[in-house]
C-alpha cells in the first residue's frame, strides 16, 4: 500500500504492558497512522542492569498483547538480527523496506528520548522518520519541551510531544512485582500474564 503513515514503536516490552499499548494507540490515533508496528529489540545495545528474557519469549508476549488490535503488528526484524541492534539500524532498514512511498514515526516515551543526543548517528535517525515523544509519569513535560528544542536546535529536526493519559506502570517494576509474588492484575493484558505465570518469568 503506498502513502502510508507507519508507526514504529521499539522497546525491550520486558514484558510489554498497558503504557505502551495506550502509548502506541494515542499516537496512532493522533497523527492518523495506518499502522503501528511494534518491534522488541534483540540484544540491547545500552546494557541494561539486569538479565534480558530471551528475545523469542518478549516477541511472543508482544504478539499476544496486540492481538486485539488490528491496527497493531509485530516486527522480528530486530530479534533476528544478531549482535547488538541499534535503532539507527532498524530505522534504515524499515525505511528500505516503506520509506520512499510512505511515512515512518518512531514513537517513544520521554525518558528515551532523553537518551536521543547519545545514541548512534542521531543526525540519520532523524532523516529516517518523523520522533514522536510521548509523555510519561516523572518525566515533566516542560523538561519534555526543553530537551525538544535543543534537539531542534542542534539538528534542525522537529520531534512532535504527544500528551498520553498518564500510566504510571514500568516493566522494571512488574519484573519486581513479579520475583516478590504480587499481583500485575490490570497492569498488563492477561494474556501476557498467563504467559508469564506458564513460563515461569521473572521469578
Ligand atoms: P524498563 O523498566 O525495563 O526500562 P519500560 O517500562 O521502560 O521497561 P521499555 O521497553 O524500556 O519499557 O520502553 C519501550 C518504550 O515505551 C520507550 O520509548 C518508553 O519510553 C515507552 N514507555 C514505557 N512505559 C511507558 C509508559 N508507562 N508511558 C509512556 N511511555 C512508556
Ligand atoms: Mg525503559
Known sequence: MKNQKVGIMGGTFDPIHYGHLVTAE????????????FTPTGTPPHKKGYRVTPA????????????DNPFFDVSRMEI????????VDTLELFYNEYGQDSKLYFISGADAVFDILTWKDVDRVLS???FIAATRPGYPVDKLNQKLSQIKKLYGKEVYPMEVTGLDISSTDI??????GLSVKYLLPESVEIYINKNGLYR
Open 26 to 37: 494515542a499516537a496512532r490515533t493522533h497523527f492518523h497512522l495506518d499502522k503501528v508496528i
Open 56 to 67: 523469542e519469549d518478549r516477541y511472543l508476549m508482544t504478539i499476544l498483547a496486540v492481538n
Open 80 to 87: 533476528e538480527r544478531t549482535g547488538y541492534s541499534y535503532t
Open 128 to 130: 529516517y522518520c518523523t
Open 175 to 180: 519484573r519486581m512485582r513479579i520475583k516478590e
